[in-house]
């Protein structure tokens, strides 16, 4: 079975600064992709970036951009130029395409505060 | 295009009684995931459907929690009896395909019992 870790249980950073979340994972698999939620207080699950773990290329998404290290089985996520709307919990998840259903696992989050 | 819709919002209910949960997907989208997500944690797949199927119910506690998935589009989960360790999130998320896996999510319904 898959884990998904998340080492930081609550960062803070200052409006404009850059923060970097800390992600890992255990798998036994090759063929797999790796997410980035973002959970704010309204607590809707809005996808912030994906990898597939065949592409050496690291993801970006405007401000979001990933670190993927496939064989330290790592994915760190960093938040440049933060914003007060990126405040939020933010959660890992592995999808192990191999298996049927594509289902997710999560890790536990990082609750991310962006301070003024 | 509009996103997962899901009802209620908040539920509170006293222990032993039963509730409803309804989710519509992104218009679509064959498979539908419930999630049932504590507070402090990360969500945890309860059931998985694709079209009218179930693909994976491996996690849903059978002896209170029923899901199913009629005509392949909405879809509901019911708890009956509640106990009050089944105060959560329940999420509900949906996806395309295998060509494009990503699960978009609903707003979720807060449950609490009493």
Known sequence: ?116 | EAGVAQSPRYKIIEKRQSVAFWCNPISGHATLYWYQQILGQGPKLLIQFQNNGVVDDSQLPKDRFSAERLKGVDSTLKIQPAKLEDSAVYLCASSFGTSAPEQYFGPGTRLTVT
């Open chain 1, 1 to 116: 079975a898959q884990t998904v870790t998340q080492s930081q249980p609550e960062m803070s950073v200052q409006e404009a600064e850059t923060v970097t979340l800390s992600c890992t994972y255990d798998t036994s698999e090759n063929n797999y992709y790796l997410f980035w939620y973002k959970q704010p207080p309204s607590r809707q699950m809005i996808l912030v970036i994906r990898q597939e773990a065949y592409k050496q290329q690291n993801a970006t998404e405007n401000r979001f951009s990933v670190n993927f290290q496939k064989a330290a089985k790592s994915f760190s996520l960093k938040i440049s130029d933060s914003q007060l709307g990126d405040t939020a919990m933010y959660f890992c998840a592995f999808m192990n395409t191999a298996a049927a259903g594509n289902k997710l696992t999560f890790g536990g989050g990082t609750r991310v505060l962006v301070k003024p």
